[in-house]
Structures are given as C-alpha cells and as structure tokens.
C-alpha cells in the first residue's frame, strides 16, 4: 500500500473534517482539532446534519448524522461525557426527536428536500430497524447519568434491542448487524445490563458476521459488499481470530485495489442529483483512505 499517494489525495482533496482526522490518526495530530471542526456539524438541538454522513446533505440534525458524529468521536478517544459534543448529542436523544417509543428513525422527511442518496429517502411506514438505534443506545449507557431518566430509557431499549436480535437471528443487513457489533463493545466499556448475557451475545456475533461476510472476494472490486473492516477494528477485537484469515486477505485486497491517485474505488452511486454526488463521491473516497489505512495498520501490530 502506498500511503503517501493516500496522504496526498488527503492533502488536495479532503473535507476539513477528515484531513483533521488523517493528522490525528496518522500525524500526531490532536483530538480537539478533529472536535472543533466536528463542532460545525452539530445543531442546536445538539444532532448533527450538514452533510456530516455524505450521503445526505440535509442541515436538519437526524439519527443517522448523529451517529455518524459517534463514530468519529470514537475514533478519536473522547471520553468525557461533559464534553460540549456529547452533552448535545445526549440533549437531542433525550429530547426523543424521531423516536417511535421503541428505535429512532433510519429517515426524516426533510431528507427529501435537500440531495441525498435514494436509500436516505423518508419512508413513512418504516420496518422496524436497530440501525442506527443499537449504536445510539450504547452511546447513552457509556456517557449519560446513570441517575437520568435518558439512562433508565437507553438500559430499557438495550434490552429490548438483545431481545430483538435474538428473534430475528440470524440477519441479512450488514449495517445492522455493525450496530448490534457496537452495541456489543460499547456494552463491554460500560456497567452491564442486567438480562443481557455478554458471552452469550458474544457468540451469537461471532456467528452471525460469518452469515453476512461476503465469501465471494471476486465482488469485492465492484460490489457493495461485506467485509471484516465493518466489524473488526483491531487484533484486540473479540472478533478477530475467529476472522484473521479473512482479515489477512482484506489487507491484500487493500494493496492491491489502491488506485494511482491513493484512493479506492467507491462502489456505489446515487443514481441521480449527479453534481452533489460527484462530490460527495470525493469525500467518500477520502473516508475509504482513512479506513483502509487505518485497518491495514492496525492488522499489521
């Protein structure tokens, strides 16, 4: 893998956001720099919009944007629940903004007032879907108020959510199965929940990321597939040596589909709005480098 042409497209192309998050991850960079970009994302109500998740330009805070802003906050190490970004983002979940009683929304209606890929269109009558509700229920266990009643909520879900993943075992939709995979960590950083058996959890994921990994690695190129990175971080995840074959060939895979300007090729279009997605495609293409990267590293310790 050639990371500097990685660091040069970084360098010429990327979203202030994630040229921040390349010095942090690759160049002693500092985490408040990532976070007070990261701010700009967050509104009022404390969600986040604007883009943050490229493939939907709506300003107006979401589920998904939120977690979206999660991921980087994990990415970076910030654990202080007192930090402005996470009190906002543990305001707006309180506030039960798209909430249903049982999951918030996948969608909002104002996505279809602003470019967007067309599974970011609003669907009134939405299936009921832990995505991005594993996630954000283990977010709430690790940086709310154990005395708060956002708490009391979030514990009550998680076990809701257990129950669900074990009745509807095993999954076809890898995004979900990722947020149950988080819920499993975060729930791992944080008090149990009563009623929801670690090892038993444990063992259920092992097998159900064997049941969605794409075994077909001759797809990999051009197909929206499956692959370990979306569950395995690092050789300390409790998912990596049941894995570590497939892991391997993802390095390899990584080497070897770099193209000439650093990047990897994205595999998915929009279909439609084509100026807004000719950039948003750039900036996916700066978030596959850092996760290559990032992953490809990561298996090399």
């Given at each position: 893998m050639n990371i500097e042409s990685a660091r040069e497209f970084i360098y010429k192309?990327?979203?202030?956001?994630?040229?921040?998050r390349w010095q942090?991850?690759?160049e002693n960079g500092t985490k408040e720099a990532v976070l007070r970009i990261l701010e700009a994302y967050q509104n009022e109500d404390g969600g986040f919009g604007h883009g943050l998740e490229a493939d939907c330009w709506n300003p107006n805070s979401s589920p998904v944007q939120t977690w979206a802003a999660t991921e980087i906050?994990?990415?970076?190490?910030?654990?202080?629940?007192?930090?402005?970004?996470?009190?906002?983002?543990?305001?707006?979940?309180a506030s039960m903004d798209c909430f249903n009683g049982h999951t918030w929304s996948n969608t909002i209606p104002s996505n279809d007032h602003y470019p967007h890929a067309p599974w970011w269109n609003y669907a009134p009558s939405q299936e009921l879907s832990y995505n991005p509700t594993a996630c954000l229920v283990g977010f709430i266990l690790k940086y709310a108020k154990r005395e708060s009643q956002l708490y009391t909520t979030a514990v009550g879900l998680a076990k809701?959510?257990?129950?669900?993943f074990q009745s509807n075992y095993p999954m076809d939709s890898m995004h979900t199965v990722s947020c149950f995979v988080e819920l499993y960590e975060y729930l791992s950083e944080c008090s149990p929940v009563e009623e929801i058996d670690r090892n038993e959890f444990e063992d259920l994921l092992q097998n159900q990321i064997q049941h969605v990994l794409t075994a077909d690695t001759s797809v990999w190129s051009t197909?929206?597939?499956?692959?370990?990175?979306?569950f395995i971080h690092s050789q300390k995840s409790a998912f990596y040596s049941a894995n570590r074959e497939i892991c391997n060939f993802e390095c390899e895979f990584i080497t070897k589909t770099q193209e000439k300007d650093g990047s990897w090729n994205v595999t998915w279009d929009w279909g439609e709005?084509?100026?807004?997605?000719?950039?948003?495609?750039?900036?996916?293409?700066s978030d596959l480098i850092l996760k290559n990267v990032k992953f490809y590293l990561a298996m090399q310790k």
């Open positions: 192309n990327a979203r202030p956001l994630d040229f921040a942090y991850l690759f906050i994990r990415e970076v190490g910030l654990d202080d629940p007192e930090h402005p970004i996470i009190q906002g983002i543990l305001r707006y979940l809701e959510a257990y129950d669900f197909e929206y597939v499956c692959k370990p990175s979306l709005y084509p100026e807004q997605w000719h950039i948003s495609k750039n900036w996916w293409k």
